[in-house]
Nanobody
């Protein structure tokens, strides 16, 4: 089992940037594919970005392509989400998720609020 803790959220103006971090503990983090998801008020949780165990492959939701970048540092057991050119519609709670085989683990989330 792995424990995940997100940080880096906050309030930012439209056009600004934030970098989220997801720190993992408990198991060998490099064994886990990891992704970011978000959930806005009144909406379902949605996929944002994913990165492979080695960091060699990434994928993004169309809504964030070209603006967000996911990366990982397995030596630090941390995954990052660099968010640039933020829009009010990016406002949500952002969650980190780690996957190992059929098992999924979630963090507690970090709030991102983008003002217009």
């Amino acid at each position: 089992q792995v424990q995940l803790v997100e940080s880096g959220g906050g309030l930012v103006q439209a056009g600004g940037s934030l970098r989220l971090s997801c720190a993992a503990s408990g198991r060998t983090f490099s064994n886990y594919g990891t992704g970011w998801f978000r959930q806005a008020p009144g909406k379902e949780r949605e996929f944002v970005a994913v990165i492979s165990r080695s960091g060699g492959a990434t994928d993004y939701a169309d809504s964030v392509k070209g603006r967000f970048t996911i990366s990982r540092d397995n030596a630090k057991n941390t995954v990052y989400l660099q968010m640039n050119s933020l829009k009010p519609e990016d406002t949500a709670v952002y969650y980190c998720r780690a996957r190992y085989s059929a098992y999924y683990y979630w963090g507690q989330g970090t709030q991102v609020t983008v003002s217009s």
